[in-house]
């Protein structure tokens, strides 16, 4: 697969069936990626038959300047996908707002960041497609976002959210979309994907196409409800074939075989 055709599978934006508004200049630009093993097709990550997310119904979401989404692990550090940063390094040219769903709030919070670590083996057969962001200063009282550090809720139903397109190549959103979508076995995955990385990924969607991230997505989490009816981060939005097509699930980097590295990277940070 040429680096062109990768890129446009992964889900930068995300795309949801509620109208389509387009942001603000900057929300969108794409970050470049090294491409991951080859299976063929197009990818392009959004909410595509979604709707719209109340105030502080998931009240870590961020979305960032490059157009991705991601969630605070700490007060001061955004978890969001490899391919959505250029590399590692001291990097203050990205914008994360948090805090609301509709990006034009006054009462949006923004930080700058100040430096990003991007897993340098996310490409291979055993990395993981994630990257922590570092911000310029914390921000206070910040809601976090638990991670899935056991396969435990690698099942059942999910709810995916994003600023992304609300049908594929469609324009980002003003408003947060979220949607729920249902696990799909590796199994079923691997027809779709034949270069699946079983071991760090996990799949999500209906077989009949209709629900699923999308362009803008990239990023952002993909979470389920903790035996305390609390939420847990069991994936991060990474790549797919279009967006909500028939027998192409969505694919995202598998928290839970993440975790370990995840949070030993973090506490260096």
Known sequence: MTEGKWYSRL??????????LTLAAGTTAHASAAPPPSDGGTFSPQVVGGSRAAQGEFP????LSMGCGGAMYTNQLVLTAAHCVNGTGNNSSITATYGVVDLQSSSRV?????????????????GGDWALIKLASPITGAATLPLATSTAYDSGTFTVMGWGSATEGGAQQRYLLKANVPFVSDTSCRSAYPSMKTAVEICAGYPQGGVDTCQGDSGGPMVRRDASNNWVQVGIVSYGQGCARPNYPGVYAQVSA??????AKAATL
């Open 258 to 263: 993440l975790s370990t590295a995840i949070a």
């Open 11 to 20: 889900r930068r934006v995300v795309l949801v069936a509620a109208g389509a």
């Open 60 to 63: 870590w979401m961020v979305r």
């Open 110 to 126: 923004t930080r700058k960041s100040t430096y990003v670590y991007r897993n340098p083996g996310y490409s291979t057969s055993t």
